[in-house]
């Protein structure tokens, strides 16, 4: 695999340089990466991670992992800790720069009565409906609120009783005083505080009113000295509310909110929503179900965070929302696991041959590498006898022409060890092959220098049945059979029925009877597999496939983003 690629000059680092250079902020670089905790980081997040983490570490700054917790009713400390563990395998980590937006409850809601003092903030009795109808819409401005004009000390004695919880959900809420006829929707006098008498995950029952994000997550920035807030272009048309907060409040600091694009993957969602509805509904085991876009899935079906840090950088930062082909993200593993992954034989469709002329009790121990390309890596012994097990697939009775594997009559090697041919087939009541008969030629070893002639087309792999360790082994692809999923009603009709297949009678060469979980292979002609750790409690080990050797849908990808660019 090639090396990390260095940071380039995007867009947003030239920003920053230049700033460094003019001294603003005082030559500082502060940046934040502030997921809100309701639900698990997913691919979409690693993305916003390593810009802030790594612009930070670029410039000699600070990243701050800060938790943008303001709706109770959807956080969970659970979240909060897989975000926390997300960040941390993706490389990254906060020191003691971790923040959340409920440590700031007492100063924002002083910065609500300031502007209340100043006559920009008032409570306002509609309905949320009502509000939501006045606001107008994208052509026709919006409408103003009956209490928009009511005086400033009842709007502060309005405050205090929703602070001290003596209105109900619903009654009211605390809207700023901006432009009701602003073309920027955001600026319609957007709400700032609403009643929630839910108890929070951290600060328990203190409060009952709990600030809206944009407020919270702009004064946020100001109070711990953030330089450049970065966050993704949907918050583009937040930028001018983000900068009246600032304008009219008596921040100790002024951030600088610049969007940097999202990217869609393709046959993957990447919505919060979409996901816990996935889960939620049983479509998935969970949020790290190896199917899933999540870190944490991600994680669990062996990928590893160079890989996913290597695919951030080749995607790069713009400002132009863009749609990736996940054969990208895919190859980038591939890459990875290619240059580190052990070599491991394994079949996992078995198949029983007998080979004839072999001595019925003995035994041989060939000698096979680790690594093809890392001869530091060693070698190991796999166990050679009279009956092994091949891939059911790596037998055809009446085969095409190009079939370059075993059929009867035909010569194959076996990796690792000798030239064998089919000498007759045993099959079941139903006309099933259930066992090959083959012969083997004692002067064709590998390795051996053997007759130089003696040439066959196919290789196969295969296990000795007496040695043979049994394992689960689990098949994933990917999730969904539409290219760009989501965009219906429903979600479950998009999903791909073969995402998932377990086998439970794998059989493995016996290097592999001890493992540990996180532990990465390569199954030789197969593809690269890891130690799920959920099988812990199973007598055998347990794999998940973390992708194949080789991109099986290439060309349907090719297709979609023809006819993508097309439209």
């Not at 940071?7 to 997921?35: N, S």
């Not at 410039?59 to 941390?88: H, K, M, S, W």
């Not at 930028?239 to 304008?247: I, M, N, Q």
Request: glycine share 8%; with cysteine.
């Amino acid at each position: 695999m090639e090396q990390e690629r260095a940071p380039g000059p995007d867009f947003i680092r030239r920003i920053v340089i230049d700033d460094v250079a003019a001294g603003k902020h005082g030559g500082r670089v502060q940046t934040r990466f502030p997921p809100e905790p309701n639900g698990y980081l997913h691919i979409g997040h690693a993305k916003a991670i390593c810009i802030n983490f790594g612009i930070a570490a670029d410039f000699d700054g600070e990243c701050y992992l800060r938790f943008d917790d303001t709706n109770p009713l959807r956080e969970d400390v659970e979240y909060v800790e897989a975000i926390e563990r997300d960040v941390r395998w993706l490389g990254f980590d906060w020191d003691d720069r971790l923040a959340h937006a409920s440590d700031y409850f007492p100063q924002l809601h002083e910065f609500a009565i300031e502007l209340i003092r100043q006559g920009l903030a008032y409570v306002d009795h509609q309905s949320a409906e009502a509000i939501r109808t006045s606001r107008g819409t994208l052509t026709e401005a919006g409408t103003n609120s009956p209490y928009r004009d009511r005086p400033i000390d009842e709007n502060l004695e309005f405050f205090a009783a929703m602070t001290r919880g003596e209105f109900e959900e619903g009654e009211c809420v605390l809207r700023a005083k901006i432009d009701m006829a602003s073309p920027n929707v955001n600026l319609r006098d957007p709400v700032l505080y609403r009643i929630r008498k839910v108890a929070h995950q951290r600060t328990g029952d203190r409060w009952c009113i709990y600030p809206m994000y944009d407020f919270a997550h702009t004064l946020s920035d100001a109070v711990e000295g953030t330089t450049h807030s970065l966050c993704s272009l949907e918050f583009e048309d937040h930028r001018p509310l983000y900068d009246w907060f600032l304008e009219h409040l008596p921040v100790p600091h002024t951030p600088q909110q610049i969007e940097f694009s999202r990217f869609n993957l393709m046959f993957t969602v990447m919505s919060k929503r979409r996901l816990k509805q996935l889960v939620d509904d049983g479509h998935v085991e969970g949020w790290d179900d190896p199917r899933m876009p999540t870190l944490a899935a991600f994680r669990r079906r062996g990928y590893t965070p160079e890989s996913i840090r290597d695919f951030m950088g080749r995607i790069g930062v713009t400002k132009k929302d863009n749609v990736i082909e996940l054969g990208l993200l895919e190859n980038c593993i591939r890459e990875d696991l290619n240059e580190h992954a052990p070599r491991r034989l394994a079949v996992l469709k078995p198949l029983r041959l007998v080979i004839e002329n072999w001595p019925e009790d003995a035994e041989e121990w060939l000698e096979a590498a680790n690594h093809p390309n890392r001869p530091e890596l060693g070698t190991r012994k796999v166990p050679f006898s009279r009956e092994i097990l091949i891939e059911r697939d790596d037998f055809m009775e009446d085969p095409p022409r190009k079939f370059f594997r075993l059929k009867p009559g035909g010569e194959v090697r076996l990796r690792y060890a000798y030239i064998i041919k089919c000498e007759s087939v045993v099959k079941d009541e139903n006309g099933v092959v259930i066992e090959i008969r083959c012969s083997y030629d004692p002067a064709t070893r590998s390795g051996s220098g053997g007759d130089p002639g003696r040439k066959v087309k196919g290789t196969v792999h295969w296990v000795s049945a007496r040695h043979a360790v049994a394992a689960k082994v689990r098949l994933y692809d990917r999730l969904f059979m539409a290219p760009y999923p989501g965009s219906g009603t429903d979600l479950g009709a998009e999903l791909n029925p073969n995402s998932l297949e377990t086998l439970d009678a794998a059989m493995l060469e016996p290097s592999l009877a001890v493992t540990a979980p996180g532990e990465r292979f390569q199954f030789e002609r197969q593809g690269y597999f890891y130690v799920d750790g959920d099988g812990a409690g199973d007598a055998r080990p347990v794999f998940n496939r973390t992708v194949t050797l080789r991109d099986s849908w290439a060309k349907i990808e090719r297709q979609a983003m023809a006819g993508q660019s097309g439209r």
